[in-house]
T-cell receptor, first 112, second 110 residues
């Protein structure tokens, strides 16, 4: 009964470092999403994947890349981290396209 | 693109009272309106949603109403309980564009 699992839960990086945030869902959902959440703002979509093998840019894609490894897994990569990418990152999945139902508990990322 | 405004940003009510959170959207073609509850340290949880062909939907103590003409929708929580305390987000979507409101922090005082 895991739902959406994100790893790691916390991470501190230095400017210029790279890292990959992992996300996996066990509900056999086709659609998956990556959001960032900043104080005083709603969630903003970074990238989404409508189905296995497809990915598309969302509202704020600059500085990020994604991989839909298989139906279960959707990873988010920061190639060269910047302080402006300090945020909480959420992965979500859904059965219906663009109706995110289940969210992970987030990755809290700080970039110094 | 879509733009969603949410009010109020904070709301404090006494246990047992009702709470109402309102959102307005800009794109009249938006057709899906979900509401999420986010507890501290957790991800958002979908609590109720409504589609543009429905004016009202209810699920136990929560209800959502949609006024397409005025382009606004509201979340109503009746008989509030301390465990309703959380941040609530509305969203509006059309196709592959979904935008979220900035959130309402609801505090229910025992």
């Amino acid at each position: 009964n895991a739902g959406v699992t994100q790893t790691p839960k916390f991470q501190v990086l230095k400017t210029g470092q790279s890292m990959t945030l992992q996300c996996a869902q066990d509900m056999n959902h086709n659609s998956m999403y990556w959001y960032r959440q900043d104080p005083g703002m709603g969630l903003r979509l970074i990238y989404y994947s409508a189905s296995e093998g497809t990915t598309d840019k969302g509202e704020v894609p600059n500085g990020y890349n994604v991989s839909r490894l298989n139906k279960r897994e959707f990873s988010l990569r920061l190639e060269s981290a910047a302080p402006s990418q300090t945020s909480v990152y959420f992965c979500a999945s859904s059965e219906s396209f663009f109706q995110p139902q289940h969210f992970g508990d987030g990755t809290r990322l700080s970039i110094l | 693109g879509e733009n969603v405004e949410q009010h109020p940003s904070t709301l404090s009510v006494q246990e047992g009272d009702s709470a109402v959170i309102k959102c307005t959207y800009s794109d009249s073609a938006s057709n899906y309106f979900p509401w999420y509850k986010q507890e501290l340290g957790k991800g958002p949880q979908l609590i109720i949603d409504i589609r543009s062909n429905v004016g009202e939907k209810k699920d136990q103590r929560i209800a959502v109403t949609l006024n397409k003409t005025a382009k606004h929708f509201s979340l109503h929580i009746t008989e509030t309980q301390p465990e309703d305390s959380a941040v609530y987000f509305c969203a509006a979507s059309i196709g592959n564009d979904m935008r979220f409101g900035a959130g309402t922090r609801l505090t229910v005082k025992p």
